[in-house]
């Protein structure tokens, strides 16, 4: 792994970036590893300590949002907020070690939201929906960043699909328990999935960046041996959802919108859950 050994290289470089991005809350998809800061002499737990407070320095009280995505509950039926680890990078394990009382209660889909004083905790029945964390920082105006992270670690796109309704996806219901330690209550999950179908539903994520990056919705900056690219959240979401409008499959790759055309001649159009997965 190259090393970048200079913290304030990199807090100047996150200073920049942050700088031209809007006053509100922000989606941090991070891998570390890609941009490569190291401090010898500290441990992992002290460098992630370091990361954070450099990020919470350069967002100057911007509300924060941690991805702590764990896929476990659609196997368990069970969340529990308090303990489940984040299984999406090691920054938002670690904020999650720091804050556990400030994660969502919303399973699989859930963040850790720092200096975010009354955005909503509570679980939401769509992860995805308009109610959804996805939809709450959206209308205060958010944006998303990646810090190391690629554009395809970006499920915004699955708040963009929502909105329209994707026939390519079809909601799914997943029961189970959210368990807060001393009062567990039932919950259920419903969900737009894709087809458990090889290469059924895939994106493309290259041109999808290239265009953005064309139009200047997705823009770039220097992180370390990596990039921070960044979107405000309403600028890709109005222009995604006039592209779905124009053409329903355009986040897909040529070889998926084939893909999807033979699934809606076998199961119907829009897929279902029923159709696909309980045998019509």
């Known amino acids: 792994m190259a090393i970048v050994t200079s913290a304030d290289r990199i807090q100047n470089e996150l200073a920049v970036a942050f700088e031209s991005l809007e006053g509100g809350p922000l989606i941090l998809h991070s891998d570390l590893m890609r941009i490569g800061f190291v401090r010898k002499g500290k441990s992992i737990q002290e460098q992630l300590t ?18 702590t995505f ?3 509950y659609a196997r368990t039926g ?33 963040f850790v939201i720092v200096d975010g004083s009354g955005f909503p905790l509570e679980p939401v029945e769509n992860p995805f929906s308009q109610e959804s964390t996805f939809g709450a920082a959206r209308r205060a105006g958010g944006s998303v960043a990646f810090l190391g992270a690629s554009f395809g670690a970006n499920t915004f796109i699955h708040h963009v699909e929502e909105a329209l ?22 919950i259920t999950l419903l969900y ?18 290239e265009d953005l990056q064309a139009r ?15 979107y405000q959240m309403e600028q890709l979401y109005d222009y995604w959802i006039g592209c ?13 919108k084939a893909r999807v055309q033979d699934l809606y001649g076998r199961f119907g159009k829009p897929l279902t859950f029923k159709a696909v997965e309980a045998g019509g």
């Open 50 to 67: 370091d990361w954070v407070q450099m990020i919470r320095e350069a967002a100057a009280g911007r509300t924060l949002l941690f991805p």
């Open 70 to 72: 764990n896929y476990d």
């Open 78 to 110: 069970v969340y529990r907020p308090l303990t489940d680890p984040g299984q999406v990078g090691v920054l938002g394990e670690h904020v999650r070690r720091l804050h556990p009382d400030q994660r969502t209660l919303t399973p699989i889909f859930n």
């Open 165 to 186: 309704e994707a026939p390519y996806r079809y909601i799914k219901p997943f029961p189970g328990i959210l368990d807060l330690g001393d009062s567990p209550r039932a």
């Open 192 to 209: 737009r999935v894709r087809p458990a179908l090889s290469d059924a539903v895939e994106y493309d994520w290259h041109r999808l960046s």
């Open 216 to 230: 200047g919705i997705l823009r770039r900056f220097p992180l370390g041996n990596a990039w921070l690219d960044f």
């Open 244 to 256: 779905l409008r124009q053409e329903e499959t355009f986040l897909l790759t040529e070889a998926s």
